[in-house]
Protein backbone atom coordinates (compact mmCIF):
# COMPACT_ATOMS: atom_id res chain seq x y z
CA UNK A 1 0.00 0.00 0.00
CA UNK A 2 2.33 2.44 -1.12
CA UNK A 3 2.33 4.99 -3.74
CA UNK A 4 4.33 7.56 -4.63
CA UNK A 5 5.97 9.74 -8.16
CA UNK A 6 9.42 11.08 -8.39
CA UNK A 7 9.61 13.07 -11.04
CA UNK A 8 12.52 13.22 -13.80
CA UNK A 9 15.96 15.26 -12.33
CA UNK A 10 14.14 15.30 -8.37
CA UNK A 11 15.82 13.18 -5.74
CA UNK A 12 13.50 11.83 -3.44
CA UNK A 13 14.69 9.80 -0.06
CA UNK A 14 13.42 7.29 1.56
CA UNK A 15 13.69 7.00 5.24
CA UNK A 16 11.96 4.22 7.76
CA UNK A 17 12.90 1.61 10.55
CA UNK A 18 14.59 -1.64 9.68
CA UNK A 19 12.40 -4.10 7.50
CA UNK A 20 9.68 -1.29 6.63
CA UNK A 21 10.30 -2.23 2.92
CA UNK A 22 12.72 0.59 1.62
CA UNK A 23 15.03 -2.00 -0.22
CA UNK A 24 12.33 -3.66 -1.10
CA UNK A 25 11.61 -0.75 -3.50
CA UNK A 26 14.77 -0.91 -4.49
CA UNK A 27 14.56 -4.70 -5.57
CA UNK A 28 11.06 -4.11 -7.03
CA UNK A 29 12.97 -1.03 -9.35
CA UNK A 30 15.18 -3.40 -10.65
CA UNK A 31 13.25 -6.02 -11.28
CA UNK A 32 15.34 -8.18 -8.75
CA UNK A 33 11.23 -9.91 -8.31
CA UNK A 34 8.56 -8.78 -9.52
CA UNK A 35 5.44 -6.95 -7.94
CA UNK A 36 2.52 -9.22 -6.26
CA UNK A 37 -0.19 -6.59 -7.28
CA UNK A 38 -0.02 -2.64 -8.24
CA UNK A 39 2.19 -0.82 -10.24
CA UNK A 40 5.53 0.52 -11.19
CA UNK A 41 5.60 2.59 -14.33
CA UNK A 42 8.57 4.20 -15.50
CA UNK A 43 7.73 7.02 -18.13
CA UNK A 44 4.08 5.80 -18.13
CA UNK A 45 5.35 2.61 -19.26
CA UNK A 46 4.65 -0.76 -17.09
CA UNK A 47 7.96 -1.80 -15.36
CA UNK A 48 6.49 -5.49 -16.69
CA UNK A 49 6.93 -4.37 -19.99
CA UNK A 50 10.52 -3.06 -19.82
CA UNK A 51 13.53 -5.29 -21.27
CA UNK A 52 15.16 -6.38 -18.20
CA UNK A 53 18.33 -5.79 -19.33
CA UNK A 54 17.36 -2.01 -20.89
CA UNK A 55 15.82 -0.98 -17.60
CA UNK A 56 19.16 -2.38 -15.46
CA UNK A 57 21.65 -0.08 -18.37
CA UNK A 58 19.65 2.83 -17.06
CA UNK A 59 20.37 2.56 -13.44
CA UNK A 60 22.93 3.32 -11.47
CA UNK A 61 22.99 1.00 -8.10
CA UNK A 62 25.13 2.31 -4.99
CA UNK A 63 24.97 -0.55 -2.31
CA UNK A 64 25.82 -0.66 1.64
CA UNK A 65 28.25 -3.36 0.73
CA UNK A 66 30.11 -3.09 -2.22
CA UNK A 67 31.64 -5.48 -4.41
CA UNK A 68 35.19 -4.85 -5.85
CA UNK A 69 36.29 -7.98 -8.44
CA UNK A 70 39.72 -9.33 -8.49
CA UNK A 71 41.40 -7.54 -11.21
CA UNK A 72 42.38 -3.38 -11.47
CA UNK A 73 41.08 -0.16 -10.50
CA UNK A 74 40.24 0.54 -13.91
CA UNK A 75 38.37 -2.75 -14.43
CA UNK A 76 36.55 -2.62 -11.36
CA UNK A 77 34.81 0.98 -12.41
CA UNK A 78 34.34 -0.29 -16.51
CA UNK A 79 32.83 -3.57 -15.49
CA UNK A 80 33.70 -4.61 -18.85
CA UNK A 81 31.91 -2.12 -20.65
CA UNK A 82 33.70 -0.83 -23.78
CA UNK A 83 31.65 2.29 -24.27
CA UNK A 84 33.17 3.88 -21.26
CA UNK A 85 35.90 5.22 -21.97
CA UNK A 86 39.56 5.96 -20.32
CA UNK A 87 38.59 9.64 -20.66
CA UNK A 88 35.58 9.30 -19.24
CA UNK A 89 36.47 6.69 -16.58
CA UNK A 90 39.39 9.59 -15.46
CA UNK A 91 36.62 12.26 -15.41
CA UNK A 92 34.33 9.92 -13.01
CA UNK A 93 36.93 9.94 -10.53
CA UNK A 94 37.70 13.26 -10.62
CA UNK A 95 34.43 14.33 -9.70
CA UNK A 96 33.25 11.82 -6.77
CA UNK A 97 36.42 12.76 -5.39
CA UNK A 98 38.24 9.70 -5.72
CA UNK A 99 41.38 10.87 -7.83
CA UNK A 100 43.32 11.68 -4.59
CA UNK A 101 43.68 7.95 -3.39
CA UNK A 102 43.48 5.88 -7.25
CA UNK A 103 46.88 8.63 -7.60
CA UNK A 104 48.40 7.22 -4.08
CA UNK A 105 48.43 3.76 -5.49
CA UNK A 106 51.50 2.25 -7.54
CA UNK A 107 49.83 1.75 -10.55
CA UNK A 108 47.15 4.14 -10.34
CA UNK A 109 44.51 2.81 -12.16
CA UNK A 110 46.25 0.17 -13.28
CA UNK A 111 46.51 -1.07 -9.43
CA UNK A 112 45.81 -4.23 -8.61
CA UNK A 113 42.68 -5.53 -6.34
CA UNK A 114 42.31 -7.64 -4.16
CA UNK A 115 39.30 -10.16 -3.37
CA UNK A 116 35.91 -8.09 -2.12
CA UNK A 117 38.87 -4.78 -2.25
CA UNK A 118 40.50 -6.22 0.45
CA UNK A 119 43.27 -3.31 0.37
CA UNK A 120 40.80 -0.66 0.13
CA UNK A 121 39.08 0.95 2.99
CA UNK A 122 35.42 1.25 3.28
CA UNK A 123 35.35 5.03 1.59
CA UNK A 124 37.34 4.00 -0.95
CA UNK A 125 35.47 1.38 -1.70
CA UNK A 126 32.62 3.48 -1.37
CA UNK A 127 34.17 6.12 -4.14
CA UNK A 128 34.54 3.38 -6.50
CA UNK A 129 31.39 2.71 -6.32
CA UNK A 130 30.27 6.01 -7.03
CA UNK A 131 32.56 6.09 -10.43
CA UNK A 132 31.41 3.06 -11.29
CA UNK A 133 27.94 4.32 -10.87
CA UNK A 134 28.29 7.50 -12.84
CA UNK A 135 30.59 6.06 -15.31
CA UNK A 136 27.13 4.69 -16.98
CA UNK A 137 25.68 8.25 -17.39
CA UNK A 138 22.32 6.64 -15.49
CA UNK A 139 18.96 8.06 -15.87
CA UNK A 140 17.80 6.75 -12.48
CA UNK A 141 20.69 6.85 -9.02
CA UNK A 142 19.78 4.97 -6.37
CA UNK A 143 21.59 4.94 -3.20
CA UNK A 144 20.78 2.08 -0.35
CA UNK A 145 22.60 3.25 2.47
CA UNK A 146 25.58 4.15 0.31
CA UNK A 147 27.38 5.95 3.83
CA UNK A 148 26.31 4.13 6.52
CA UNK A 149 29.73 1.79 6.87
CA UNK A 150 32.12 5.12 6.62
CA UNK A 151 33.75 7.14 8.96
CA UNK A 152 32.70 11.07 9.85
CA UNK A 153 36.26 12.54 7.83
CA UNK A 154 35.24 10.14 4.28
CA UNK A 155 32.05 10.78 4.87
CA UNK A 156 32.54 14.53 4.28
CA UNK A 157 34.36 13.09 0.49
CA UNK A 158 31.18 11.01 0.23
CA UNK A 159 28.99 13.78 0.98
CA UNK A 160 30.35 15.75 -1.49
CA UNK A 161 30.63 13.26 -4.17
CA UNK A 162 26.86 12.46 -3.53
CA UNK A 163 25.50 16.43 -4.18
CA UNK A 164 27.26 15.94 -7.75
CA UNK A 165 26.03 12.56 -8.33
CA UNK A 166 22.34 13.46 -7.55
CA UNK A 167 22.38 16.79 -9.04
CA UNK A 168 19.79 17.08 -11.89
CA UNK A 169 19.75 12.89 -11.71
CA UNK A 170 16.57 11.56 -11.09
CA UNK A 171 17.79 9.89 -7.56
CA UNK A 172 15.89 7.63 -5.03
CA UNK A 173 18.00 8.13 -1.33
CA UNK A 174 18.00 5.33 1.49
CA UNK A 175 19.30 5.98 4.78
CA UNK A 176 19.07 6.34 8.39
CA UNK A 177 21.72 8.88 8.29
CA UNK A 178 20.05 12.85 8.18
CA UNK A 179 23.38 13.76 6.65
CA UNK A 180 22.82 11.52 4.11
CA UNK A 181 19.51 12.69 2.90
CA UNK A 182 19.25 16.33 3.91
CA UNK A 183 19.88 17.73 0.03
CA UNK A 184 17.28 15.30 -1.20
CA UNK A 185 14.26 17.12 -2.87
CA UNK A 186 11.73 15.54 -0.46
CA UNK A 187 12.61 13.14 2.17
Do not use: C, W
Not at 85 to 93: A, L, N, Q, R
Amino acid sequence: NVSFHVSPGESVAIVGLTGSGKTTITNLLLRFYDIQEGEILIDDIPLKDIDISSLRSKVGLILQDVHLFTGTVEENIKLGNGAITDETMKSVIEYVNASEFISRLPGGFKSEVKERGATFSVGEKQLLSFARALAIDPKLLILDEATSSIDTETEQLIQQAMEKLIKGRTSIIIAHRLSTIKKADRI
